[in-house]
């Protein structure tokens, strides 16, 4: 049976009180949303931390609120089922709504929260397994040991970032908003993950995920995003390709984002994509050198589901039947 460590749990009741028991156990904590990955990765011991921080008592992390000057403003703790099916985000981010859906199954969705998919760990075969399994390899670099197992000579950990809502939140431009008990800030998304599987994110041992911001969309938005798995229920993505594209009223597109999801450690922007399509009418053509740059840019490595030349191949085709559709008008949203 696996069992969980040993820790503390602690439970505060406002964003204040949870942040000064952060700042005092720091890296020593960690933070308990619906726990739907951290009870799991206790149990496989990848995190070991004296204390648990929980902060479902903290009711002013459910909220969900929408007005058309600022957008959208989710707490940290709202369910992945409320991101899938409440009219705030399903009328005015059916994109993301259709993310959220696609994300586990729906006994997770109810338990898991859009902060917990955020920070979300990378995941790799030679790390998401039982200690017994990992130690008789000696560990990765991610977990007791030195060397990743992916890519032996290598100098970084290329586990990857497995987030279904994430991709999407970059084309929709959100940041986060994050509280110490020095003060708070506001992060893009964009600046707020790296390209290190064990470094993923950029937030201090110390802060705490409080909120999600999604600006409002300009006139034109349209967005899709499709998923590769294996089963159509349960399974971590293996690809995700999100795509935020602005079209004006003579068709011409005015802004376009191409985000794949776990190919990297972090979500990847494919910016080349911007100068085949911004300014132009979208043809065929277009979309097959868009499309084309973002399988070239796309270099999935041996570490989960799916060989990486398929899940390669498959960026290029996600990629072009998403602008196929989008540039007809219609959002892909299930
Ligand atoms: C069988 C299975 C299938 C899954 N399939 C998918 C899938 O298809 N797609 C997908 O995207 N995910 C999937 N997941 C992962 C997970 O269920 C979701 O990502 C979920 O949204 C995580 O949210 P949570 O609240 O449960 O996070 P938790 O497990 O509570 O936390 C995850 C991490 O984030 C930290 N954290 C959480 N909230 C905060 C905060 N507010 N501030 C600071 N730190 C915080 C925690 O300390 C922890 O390190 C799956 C999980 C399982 C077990």
Known sequence: MMTLPPFEFLAPSSINEAVQLLHRHQANAKILAGGTDLIPSMKNKLFEPSYVISINRIDELKSIHFDALNGLRLGALVTITDVGHHPAVTENYPVLASAARKIATPLLQNKGTIGGNILLDTRC????????????????????????????????????????????????????????????????????????????????????????????????????????????????????????????????????SIVLGAVFSCPFEVLQARDILIGKKITGKEIEEASQIAQDVAKPMDLTNFRPGYRKRMVKVFTKRLLESLAQGKELAD
């Not at 084309?171 to 790296?194: C, K």
């Not at 999600?212 to 159509?232: A, D, N, S, T």
């Open 125 to 256: 075969f030679y790390y998401n397994q039982s200690k017994f399994w990992r130690t008789a390899l000696n560990g990765c670099m991610k977990k007791e040991g030195d060397v990743c197992r992916v890519a032996p000579s290598g100098h970084r950990c290329y586990a990857i970032s497995s987030c279904d809502t994430v991709p999407v939140l970059y084309a929709l431009n959100a940041s986060v908003r994050l509280v110490s008990a020095s003060g708070e800030r506001v992060v893009p998304l964009r600046e707020f993950y790296q390209n290190d599987g064990m470094n993923f994110h950029t937030m201090k041992p110390d802060e705490i995920l409080v909120e999600v911001v999604i600006p409002p969309q300009p006139q034109g938005f349209r967005g899709g995003y499709m998923k590769l798995r294996r089963r159509e229920a349960i399974d971590y993505p293996m690809l995700g390709v999100a795509v935020g594209l602005v079209m004006d009223e003579k068709g011409i597109c005015k802004d376009v």
